[in-house]
């Protein structure tokens, strides 16, 4: 089976990953040995993100 990471055109720019039908919102790199990166296809992103970003934005503002 051929994973979707491995993929070029699950990518944006060549360096997000994009893939709406990919269910994981962590995935490991291309070059495993670098770690993991998010899935933007995923609809959670645009959930999970934006809070990420309020919290630190609240937490910097102190």
Known sequence: ????????NNYKWGVFYYNVEDNRIIVPKRA???GFTINLGHR???IIVPA????IFLLLKK
Not at 1 to 8: G, L, T
Not at 52 to 55: A, D, N, Q, R
């Open 1 to 8: 089976m051929f994973n979707p990471v491995d993929n070029s």
């Open 32 to 34: 495993r040995f670098a």
């Open 44 to 46: 959670m992103i645009h």
């Open 52 to 55: 990420i970003l309020i919290v």
